[in-house]
């Protein structure tokens, strides 16, 4: 039998091809993602035929019923999260899960800084005015001296702190896996504690579970700034929508989203910076992931018989 790798992400391989040879040179046929998307679970099931021992994942949704029904030996995650696969199931099963960690870190970070200040700015707003024809001047918001909370400490977060320091911000730290001793300078806060300080507010946790909600839009300060790079099901979308028409926040950007592509209320609104899921779309970024993700693969299932 010839073995097969399933390629989950949309672009893999987009930007250099020598994971893709990896996989070949190692005798394994590679089955690309013919949809250019986040696959589904009836995609998965028709892709994962029995002859397909390993995915090259994004964050499709590997859960027990998609696993169960391959014959997958090993998912290698391009990027830092897992909460797309059920890692009980997959331990249960003999499926050996890997990741890239530290990967996305620095295109994420630098990405959610280049946004908070196009932000506060305006300049996605100035732009378009201009390629319209329109000379309009705008008033922005500067970054120096405001409070910034930073939602999840991990890598990403930690590194979106060590940005912002030369713009002597107040950083507030909201992580409950931590303790003060973890966040140097930062002041340490639960999420309640945290919110009606914030002029601005970067998600960067980990999980799939709502974080802002209705009841923490309405505790937060009057014409905040939120960033989301971490997941979309962390906002609830209609609840960011109430926030936006009565000020509440000021501006966002959102990176990740619930269903995507995405083509919700959120798209034409002035006050919102929309990204298509590009937190890790660099050239250093996602060469290096790709190719960790690849090796990981092969450090599994080793070459083809």
Known sequence: MSYKILLGPSSFG??????????????????????????????????????????????????????SRSKLKVVSRVGSGISNVDLEAAEELGIIVRSTPYG?????????????LSLLRKIPRMDQA????????RIGTQLEGKTVAIIGYGRIGK???????????????????????????????????????ADIITLHSSGE??????????????????????????????????????????GAWIDTFGMEPY???????????????VGSYTLECRQGMENEAVENLLAVTGKCC
């Open 209 to 250: 579970a709502c974080l802002l909600g209705e009841q923490e839009f309405r505790r937060m300060k009057q014409g905040a700034f939120l960033l989301n790079v971490a997941r979309g099901g962390l906002v609830a979308e209609e609840a960011l929508v109430e926030a936006l028409d009565d000020g509440k926040v000021a």
């Open 159 to 197: 590194r979106v702190a060590e940005l912002l320091a030369p713009f002597h911000v107040r950083l507030l730290v909201v992580d409950p896996n931590l303790e003060q001793s973890a966040v140097g300078a930062a002041e340490l806060m639960s999420l309640d504690e945290a919110l009606p300080w």
């Open 130 to 137: 201009l390629h319209a024809g329109r000379w309009e001047k």
């Open 263 to 277: 083509k919700g209320p959120l798209c034409g609104r002035e006050n919102v910076v929309l990204t298509p899921h």
């Open 14 to 67: 987009e930007t250099d091809k020598a994971p893709f040879f990896k996989l070949q040179e190692a005798g394994y046929e590679v089955v690309d993602n013919p949809f250019k998307r986040k696959l589904t679970k009836q995609e998965l099931f028709d892709l994962l035929t029995p002859d397909v021992i390993g995915i090259i994942a994004g964050l499709e949704p590997l859960d027990r019923e998609v696993l």
């Open 104 to 116: 996305p870190t620095e295109a994420a970070a630098e990405l959610t800084l280049g946004a908070l």
